[in-house]
């Protein structure tokens, strides 16, 4: 009996669309992702969801792959003059056959070369959670990257996403999932994981894509974080070829974005200034002070800085040898805590392993600025200030100020 799915692949009755992937900074777009669209018989529009889980209920999930794949390289290779000559095409690859023993079976390059697109100008997107066999899944990566395609992971970050798996791949591009740019802007724990891939992606030589942008507030929450490029409904919802995806309200969406990030950029730089030459002033005019103070008289000097000096978390002085010699001084505002875990330092305790200590003592830095660390003394994200001193009795010290940065 003949279904739905047989007519499809027998008429090949399947559309391109294309959404445009816009790099912000360059204030262009570097490619497009390929999206197949069909319809039932009756002409009512059918989700690629559905087309794929009618193939897979069939066992034809290969061939509807191959159509779906084959369709987009000759759509694209078509309208190559209209979509940009460098442009990229980001094509999906129905990764669970990869189980299925489809690691370098040639026929996308032979699709590609049919249509007439050279492998550099095609990118192909694996969920590499849809795979279960892992010698497989990299061995259909390093075969398709040696023949010069580009390999993104896609819908990173939500579901059964392997982290571990990301380096071991070594992809060009890593796709965020739509689900975690959702309300990005709004939520401090999806920012805080994006900050996080973002990082990695950095060490591993991948460049973020923000998928399924669809708010102001989403893009410019993306950018900050470290996502160059976004992709989603704010710039464009999928168009079919010969529509004209790069008009001009395109143009002023992307072009007001990267004034906006540029904006923010130069914000956050201004803060950073300022706080930097906050922090130098309080730092030195306490070192001029304390130079000329007896050890006996530090601790009664950081009270007295504390309390006219809000922003400072604790403060404390270790000596030459990296022995505390003060108590950990709170401001009256912040309760030192009461924890197990987080205990403020007592007198004697030891901070020569501590980097804010032996960067002023042996590095032969005069000051230190941490990067932002969980306290142990109170379990604030702080960063701590250091800087070498000699008193009037020439004995050397390093003055520590935490200052909390959330």
């Not at 003949?2 to 262009?28: A, G």
């Not at 591993?204 to 923000?210: S, T, V």
């Not at 950081?302 to 809000?310: S, T």
Request: charged fraction near 25%; glycine fraction near 6%.
């Amino acid at each position: 009996m003949r279904t739905i799915c047989d007519e499809i692949l027998e008429r090949e009755s399947v559309n391109i669309f294309f959404q445009p992937i816009v790099f912000v900074k360059k204030q262009c777009f570097i490619g497009y992702e390929a999206l197949a669209r069909t319809s039932y018989p009756d002409g009512k529009p059918m989700s690629p969801l559905v087309l794929f889980e009618m193939a897979h209920s069939e066992g034809k999930t290969l061939a509807m792959d191959r159509l779906c794949r084959k369709k987009a390289m000759d759509t694209f290779a078509k309208y190559r003059s209209r979509l940009g000559s460098d442009s990229l095409l980001f094509i999906n690859f129905e990764s669970s056959i990869i189980d299925q023993g489809v690691c370098g079976s040639g026929a996308i390059i032979a699709a590609a070369q049919k249509s007439g697109l050279g492998p550099e100008n095609i990118v192909i997107e694996i969920n590499e959670s849809k795979v279960h066999d892992v010698a497989s899944l990299e061995l259909f990566v390093e075969t398709h990257r040696k023949k010069g395609f580009l390999i993104a992971i896609d819908d990173l970050g939500t579901g059964e996403s392997n982290l571990v798996r990301v380096p071991r791949l070594r992809p060009h591009i890593i796709k965020l999932d739509i689900e975690l740019i959702r309300n990005l802007d709004k939520d401090f724990f999806k920012q805080q994981t994006v900050k996080s891939i973002a990082l990695l992606s950095r060490q591993i030589g991948a460049i973020l894509l923000a998928e399924g942008a669809e708010t102001e507030g989403e893009v410019d929450a993306a950018l900050d974080l470290g996502v160059e490029l976004v992709q989603g409904y704010y710039f464009s919802k999928p168009q079919p070829p010969d529509a004209e995806i790069f008009g001009s309200a395109i143009r002023s969406l992307i072009n007001d974005s990267k004034d906006r990030l540029r904006h923010r950029a130069l914000q956050r730089l201004s803060k950073r200034k300022s706080d930097a030459e906050r922090h130098r002033r309080i730092v030195d005019w306490a070192i001029d002070t304390l130079n000329g103070c007896p050890l006996e008289e530090f601790q009664e000097f950081l009270k007295n800085m504390i309390e006219k000096n809000d922003f400072i978390e604790c403060a404390y002085v270790i000596d030459n040898a990296g022995s505390q010699c003060t108590a950990t001084i709170f401001s009256c505002n912040r309760k030192a805590p009461r924890s197990r875990l987080f205990v403020p330092a007592n007198r004697g305790t030891d901070h020569s392993a501590k980097e804010y200590f032996y960067s002023c003592i042996d590095g032969g830095l005069e000051r230190y600025t941490t990067e932002p660390y969980v306290s142990l003394a109170s379990g604030s994200l702080c960063i701590t200030l250091s800087r070498f001193f000699s008193n009037r009795s020439g004995e050397k010290f390093v003055l520590c100020l935490d200052i909390t940065t959330a």
